[in-house]
């Protein structure tokens, strides 16, 4: 809140939503329903960059500089994890997905908390999910809509050409998703494929 509060613009809508959630679940006694999405952790770190891009410190109109800034960060590794299971879910609803089974094949598992019944799932699998398991979860039929997608907001040439320079060593990656945050959820097949992505400067790469 104080990095942002420093640019002097507003904060993006989502921090006012998230806090009136907040509160809401903190007074709420009735039971509800959490679906919670985990994502290939350097996809999820470089996207967020950009989601916010006027108030991070990324360079925003040198590429080569942000990809050099991202690829420090992503190499020190300590924002590419899923600590926000243990930060907000575990102390608000009292479950760590982490600490829970999760079938990695199929791509989810359900979850009953104390207060909240739980889905979570991979986002790489969202889109087949959501006919069936995603729909059944909420008890409505559900179809798949494409938003937000980083290729399609004003910064996405900028987006693109970054994505197009970036490229992780090996080493790098094998360190990312060697931590537990990303083996609980993902195969090995899946982890491979990230790294492939990461490390080929011929791959298209979209997050």
């Not at 909420?138 to 494409?146: R, T």
Request: with cysteine.
């Amino acid at each position: 809140m104080e990095r942002f509060t420093e640019t002097g613009k507003d904060f993006p809508l989502h921090f006012y939503v998230g806090r009136l959630l907040r509160w809401y679940l903190e007074l709420t006694s009735h039971r509800i329903k959490v679906i919670t999405l985990v994502r290939d952790p350097v996809a999820r770190y470089i996207s967020a960059q950009f989601q916010t891009l006027d108030h991070e410190p990324i360079p925003q109109d040198d590429p080569d500089a942000a990809v050099r800034q991202l690829q420090d960060t992503v190499r020190r590794g300590r924002k590419v994890r899923f600590d926000w299971f243990e930060r907000e879910m575990k102390t608000l609803l009292g479950v760590n997905p982490l600490a829970e089974p999760f079938d990695r094949e199929v791509g989810y598992s359900l979850l009953n908390a104390p207060r909240a019944d739980i889905l979570v799932l991979k986002l790489e699998c969202l889109s087949d999910l959501i006919p069936g398991v995603v729909s059944s979860f909420v008890g409505k039929e559900l179809s798949v809509v494409q938003a937000n997608r980083g290729n399609k907001k004003d910064y996405a040439d900028y987006y693109q050409e970054v994505l197009k320079r970036l490229q992780l060593t090996e080493e790098t990656c094998r360190e990312v998703y060697s931590h537990e945050h990303v083996t609980h959820f993902y195969t090995s097949g899946e982890i491979d494929q990230f790294v492939q992505k990461w490390t080929d400067q011929s791959a298209v790469r979209q997050t």
